[in-house]
């Protein structure tokens, strides 16, 4: 079998929380294979944003408290957040206005949509109840101009409790099975399978330490296949002590695997078809990467600096999010090729080439003239489309000029030359950023 590929790909950073992430979650497939992804932050303010970029969309502005999860509806059409001011929360993501406020009687801590229904939401905390609000017949009103809807405020009181008087620590993780009637809680060291129609507990297992992350890892329907881990099923992903569960089937119940590593682990995130999974050192702030069949690490991302408290992967598989103590979100690229705001991968060979004859060639920062002139390799002078991308700035610590694009149409004369006007540095210490493109395919950056 072929072993997971280590990848090297910067990640992007998601900036604008104020405090720990404690989140993070994805929209299914929209439109053209967009979506979203969604923050929760002690700082209780949740975030929407662009799932393959990262980029701000909007924050839900409403709680008094810390926000603990955050979740999109099966629709990408509303939000759920659960907050330590005794609420959950219901947003409209077009226009972020708040629209149901599920009142509890102490802080909530768990919150989960069913696959395919986004009128039903379950709820559970430091009460120790597992409720489900129905939203199917609520409505909000209108106010007197028309224009903003008054949110509905629902008393947990009207809720349909499951499992009455079963868990008996907080609820910190709800999952709602890919079988609707199933719905799974973590609550201390233990998980419970519940089963809707009669509202009976008929399952629990004991894990090793106390639950740290417990999550429904699945792929867009499009994107998934039998040969996955799972078999095209979502795969439920746990943390517990130093040691990662796996169980799969319609009702995440059939154990497909449990790996001890040797470090604690606080929170886990799996590739179904990449076939390896991803965690958050506890004590630490790398994230680990290893294999799935071999139980091997392959790679250490480094870049938080605090624990990772969530990982998710995106409905098509082809980057992860972590959300970290430090009040960051880092996007990994998890596939090849252009994705997002990533550039194509290209070998190491093919990289030391063009920085090499940039450097024989270019121009030093101590001596740029108003003229600079750089040469690149010839190896793709017969392409008329080759590009070059250069941004420059005056001072190694200003932020670079926005980047000018030169488009070369020459013979097969080598080695290529360009040419640009640009500002005389203040001093020496001045910066150049020089991208060389074959084809629209990116090779390298010299700073």
Not at 204 to 211: D, H, R, T, V
């Amino acid at each position: 079998m072929t072993e997971p590929t280590r990848r090297q790909t910067v990640p992007l950073t998601c900036h604008g929380h104020s405090r720990p992430v404690t989140h993070l979650s994805f929209s299914p497939l929209e439109k053209e294979d967009s979506y979203y992804m969604i923050s929760s932050c002690k700082d209780g303010n949740p975030m929407l944003r662009d799932g393959q970029t990262g980029d701000w969309i909007g924050t839900f502005l409403g709680h008094k408290g810390a926000t603990w999860q955050a979740r999109l509806s099966p629709d990408a059409s509303t939000a759920a957040t659960s907050s330590a001011d005794f609420s959950a929360k219901i947003w409209d993501t077009h226009t972020g206005e708040l629209l149901f406020v599920l009142q509890h009687a102490h802080i909530v801590r768990a919150i989960a949509y069913p696959y395919d229904n986004s009128g039903l939401l379950a709820t559970g905390g430091y009460e120790k109840k597992l409720r489900i609000f129905d939203l199917a017949d609520q409505r909000p009103a209108t106010s007197p101009s028309g224009t903003t809807p008054e949110p509905v405020t629902i008393d947990a009181s009207k809720a349909f409790e499951i499992g009455e008087g079963i868990h008996k620590d907080i609820i910190k993780f709800i999952v709602w099975a890919r079988d609707p009637n199933v719905i799974i809680t973590a609550s201390g060291d233990t998980l419970r399978w519940f089963d809707l129609p009669s509202r009976r507990c008929v399952r629990e297992a004991k894990l090793e330490g106390e639950i740290k992350s417990c999550e429904l890892v699945s792929l867009a329907p499009s994107h998934s296949a039998p040969t996955d881990i799972g078999g095209g099923l979502p795969v439920l992903a746990v943390a517990a002590g130093k040691t990662a569960y796996f169980w799969g089937g319609s009702r995440a119940e059939d154990e497909l695997k449990r790996i001890t590593l040797p470090h604690g682990i606080a929170s886990v995130g799996l590739d179904l078809k990449g076939r390896k999974f991803v965690v958050g050192e506890e004590p630490g702030t790398w994230a680990r990467v290893y294999t799935w069949d071999e139980g091997k690490e392959i790679d250490v991302h480094k870049g938080h600096h605090g624990p990772i408290w969530s990982i998710a992967f995106s409905p098509d598989g082809n980057l992860y999010a972590t959300g970290s103590e430090d009040g960051t979100i880092k996007m990994w690229k998890n596939c090849d090729g252009y994705y997002g705001l990533w550039p194509k991968e290209h070998s190491s060979t093919q990289t030391a080439s063009v920085l090499k004859d940039i450097t024989n060639h270019g121009v030093t920062s101590a001596d740029v003239p108003d003229l600079l002139s750089f040469a690149v390799p010839g190896t793709s002078a017969a392409n008329p489309h080759s590009d070059l991308l250069l941004s420059y700035s005056p001072n190694k610590y200003d932020k670079p000029l926005s980047p000018v694009r030169l488009r070369h149409y020459a013979n097969k004369a080598s080695p290529l030359r360009f040419e640009i006007d640009v500002e005389s540095p203040s001093d020496t210490n001045s910066d150049l950023l020089l991208s060389y493109s074959p084809n629209n395919s990116w090779i390298g950056e010299v700073f």
